[in-house]
């Protein structure tokens, strides 16, 4: 069983749309939770962190729900410049697990 | 801005070559980590270190190994280069992780290695 489980999508939905991905972990002892974004060709950069008490960066919104062991992120208002694969990613101690990644098209 | 860099952005190199892929961060970031990244399987861990003269296999290890000799600089070296390393190459690093804390990694830009 994958450490990281992410639906690959693609997910495609017009400009202004709400769009919400979920990736579900096994290790219930993992630590820590982020979200990194990744352009075509380019290295994977960190969007945000995930707090146990769910945090909001402008148009983004991430939930931890540690009983059910997924981590989700929530886009509003999406921007075709938000088209991209994110990343899932839950770290156990110093030992990252990255999810496949759910790509995510913005259409105008 | 902090930053970590990897040596090539391209490469390509002949079966059976010796390859070095270097990557040097300048964070002072205690742990490094190599990544294979190829389409449909994502990211795979390599090789990481958590402190100088350190290193811990990953999940595909098999071909590779590495040196951390500095803290700054964690080489990746394919012994006998073939085909199949053919791949996209990321280096990362991050602080040590403690309890609470919440450290994400930062990525080099990638080699993208091609071996004919």
């Known amino acids: 069983r994958k450490e990281v489980e992410q639906d690959p999508g693609p997910f495609n939905v017009p400009e202004g749309a709400t769009v919400a991905f979920n990736c579900t972990y096994s290790n219930s002892a993992s630590q820590s939770f982020f979200w990194y974004r990744q352009d075509c060709r380019k290295e994977p950069k960190l969007l945000m962190s995930v707090y146990s008490s769910g945090n909001e960066d402008g148009r983004f919104t991430a939930q931890l729900n540690r009983a059910s062991q997924y981590i989700s992120l929530l886009i509003r208002d999406s921007k075709l410049s938000d088209s991209a694969t994110y990343l899932c990613v839950v770290s156990n101690f110093n030992k990252f697990y990255f999810g496949s990644g759910t790509k995510l098209n913005v259409k105008p | 801005d902090v930053k970590v860099t990897q040596s090539s952005r391209y490469l390509v190199k002949r079966t059976g070559e010796k390859v070095f892929l270097e990557c040097v961060q300048d964070?002072?970031?205690?742990?490094m980590f190599w990544y294979r990244q190829d389409p449909g399987l994502g990211l795979r861990l390599i090789y990481f270190?958590?402190?100088?003269?350190?290193?811990e296999k990953g999940d595909i290890p098999e071909g590779y190994s590495v040196s951390r000799e500095k803290k700054e600089r964690f080489s990746l070296i394919l012994e006998s280069a073939s085909t199949n390393q053919t791949s996209m190459y990321l280096c990362?690093?991050?602080?040590?992780?403690?309890?609470?804390?919440?450290?994400?990694?930062?990525f080099g830009s990638g080699t993208r290695l091609t071996v004919v």
């Open positions: 990362a690093s991050s602080l040590r992780q403690g309890e609470g804390a919440n450290y994400g990694y930062t």
């Open positions: 964070m002072d970031h205690e742990n």
């Open positions: 270190s958590y402190d100088v003269k350190m290193k």
